[in-house]
């Protein structure tokens, strides 16, 4: 049986030995409030209730509240003109328009997500359409404005990358513009170059996606000028944040031998090209130069090479193969070959990575789309010349209109544009907004919600209230009460009648009898059960099956409070 924490067990720490009485337990309880019955009723705010409220002098009027404060302090003024005779304790659901500020919903898309959509096996997604498509899916009720911030997988496309002179010299190597890997030097390490590629990438490249790869090349000296080029994947992070990428596909470099075969073999086809490989020893990769081998060529180097050397490759195998060049200095290049259904090799993609993607994108009533943000330059034509960033929202929605007509003249009447801009209140931070297109003009609008409070009648007026109204369930939350009370002193033939007959015996004449006093016992049992985290200050109102003669309802309001020091559920004052 699930352990029960019986709310007023502190009372009994003193008592060592033995169980509370119930006479004990009983005087700390208090007696029920006065019995009332509640009237639930909903009510949504309506244009004219927005008028009555929020009307300025000039009888303008938003049809929406700025807070949640405001709502609550508002609305109970309709509530009295509408619902004058409730009577205390009636609660109604109010259903209201409230303007706040907007953010983000975090999403973040998973291979079941893909599928369900797109179809088995798919394990990724690019590009705003198929964005769209998802989230569509996902999410088919959302209104104008909502923003997503989605992440999702997408296939990365390697990136390539040659070093600069302002790259050496930002990690320390400006005075030659190159590595040293001669023995015993700090660069002979791949891990000290690749520490260093990444202090470059980090800064030109500072918004990567978790595993971007790009192919770096660089330039070392070895005792002779080179270059050399390596793949490395950004893992994000602070510290190291990118490592080497070593492939699964199989390398292959070319040897002396190769070399002597292509020669063999396409000295009548290309002898200029060959006849300087003959020579040196490499690639002639100066376009300019008569000996210049085009990547075809290679092409079909390669596969001479490779069709020698692993004679059993089938179609789609394939291998990463470097070899030696010149460009004015000598170096080496490399490219995955891949086998095709006539036994030739091209050049081709390596292994298909994926990188992890962050956008932010909104809904315009119709499509998601990427939201409109603007520029420093763009900040400054809309007068925000001092910073990039506007610090009076009533000036920001105006300029921003304005600048919005200037680029979108000629949209449908009622479009929407999603618009995120900057906004110092102390700090810089974005404003996520929408303007439509009215009457030729595009205007801000306030992102609107549908949401709901409810209010219970006190003495003093309406008010915003918690209460949970809650019927006991049979015969679960009956058995759970009588099965847990079974043992306890006081309480034995009334929770065996409890759980055999899923009703709470209420005449005072019978020795099963549910005094008020145990009901709140046995209901607080319930309620730590179904409501465990439930905070000081939350109300129920609970309705449970009674026994007077014939089968019938009984009421109860209780609230969980802090009382002498005993934090636990009692009956409403």
């Given at each position: ?23 004990d ?20 705010i ?26 609550e ?18 609660l ?9 500020d ?10 079941s ?14 590009g ?44 320390g ?35 990567s ?136 090799y ?40 001092r ?17 919005l ?103 005072d ?32 109102f ?32």
């Amino acid at each position: 049986m699930k352990k029960i924490i019986y709310i007023l067990m502190v009372l009994a720490l003193g008592l060592v030995s033995c169980e509370p009485s119930l006479e004990d337990t009983f005087e700390e309880l208090g007696t029920p409030a006065e019995t009332f019955g509640v009237a639930e009723n909903n009510y949504t705010i309506t244009e004219d209730d927005y008028e009555t409220l929020l009307a300025d002098d000039d009888g303008d009027f938003p049809e929406y509240f700025e807070s949640i404060e405001e709502a609550e302090g508002l609305i109970p003024t309709i509530l009295e003109d509408v619902y004058p005779n409730l009577d205390l304790k009636s609660l109604i659901n109010v259903t209201f328009n409230l303007k706040e500020d907007v953010f983000p919903v975090s999403y973040v898309a998973t291979t079941s997500d893909y599928e369900a959509v797109f179809g088995a096996g798919t394990v990724s997604i690019s590009g705003l359409d198929q964005i769209d498509e998802l989230l569509t899916a996902n999410f088919p009720q959302v209104q104008v404005g909502t923003y997503y911030n989605i992440t999702y997988q997408s296939i990365g496309e390697t990136i390539s990358y040659t070093l600069t002179d302002d790259d050496y010299d930002l990690v320390g190597n400006g005075n030659f513009n190159n590595f040293d890997i001669r023995e015993g030097r700090d660069e002979e390490d791949i891990a000290v170059r690749v520490e260093k590629i990444a202090t470059i990438l980090d800064e030109n490249f500072p918004d990567s996606p978790i595993g971007q790869r790009y192919d770096v090349t660089y330039a070392f000296w070895n005792g002779f000028a080179g270059t050399d080029t390596i793949t490395v994947e950004h893992i994000g992070g602070n510290g190291i944040t990118y490592i080497l990428v070593e492939s699964s596909i199989p390398s292959y470099t070319l040897s002396t031998a190769d070399y002597d075969l292509i020669v063999a073999n396409l000295s009548s086809t290309y002898p200029d090209a060959t006849g300087s490989m003959s020579n040196f020893g490499n690639f002639e990769r100066r376009s300019d130069n008569d000996a210049f081998w085009s990547e075809s060529m290679i092409e079909e180097a390669i596969t001479i090479v490779l069709n020698n050397n692993f004679p059993t490759a089938v179609e789609a195998d394939k291998y990463q193969v470097s070899f030696r060049v010149f460009t004015g200095s000598s170096g080496t290049e490399s490219f995955f070959f891949e086998k095709d259904s006539s036994s030739d090799y091209f050049i081709s993609e390596g292994e298909i990575n994926f990188v992890t993607v962050s956008e932010t994108v909104a809904y315009d009533g119709t499509d998601w789309v990427y939201p409109i943000t603007f520029s420093e330059e763009e900040y400054a034509i809309m007068q925000q010349t001092r910073f990039p960033n506007f610090s009076d929202e009533e000036l920001a929605l105006r300029n921003i209109g304005i600048y919005l007509g200037t680029q979108y003249q000629f949209e449908s009447e009622g479009t929407y544009l999603p618009v995120i801009y900057d906004f110092f209140d102390g700090s810089v931070r974005q404003v996520y907004t929408v303007f439509q297109f009215e009457e030729n003009s595009w205007s801000g609008k306030p992102i609107v919600y549908d949401t709901s409070i409810q209010f219970g009648k006190e003495e003093t007026g309406w008010e915003p209230d918690n209460t949970i109204v809650y019927t006991l369930l049979n015969p679960s939350d009956y058995d759970l009460i009588g099965t847990s009370l079974l043992e306890r002193e006081g309480f034995e033939d009334a929770a065996d009648n409890l759980a055999f007959f899923h009703s709470f015996e209420r005449r005072d004449t019978d020795n099963e009898y549910w005094d008020d006093d145990m009901v709140l016992v046995g209901l607080s049992i319930l309620l730590d059960d179904i409501d465990p985290d439930a905070e000081i200050g939350q109300k129920y109102f609970i309705t449970a099956d009674v026994w007077i003669g014939s089968l019938t309802t009984e009421s109860f309001s209780v609230i969980k409070d802090e009382r002498e020091g005993v934090i636990g559920w009692y009956y409403q004052e």
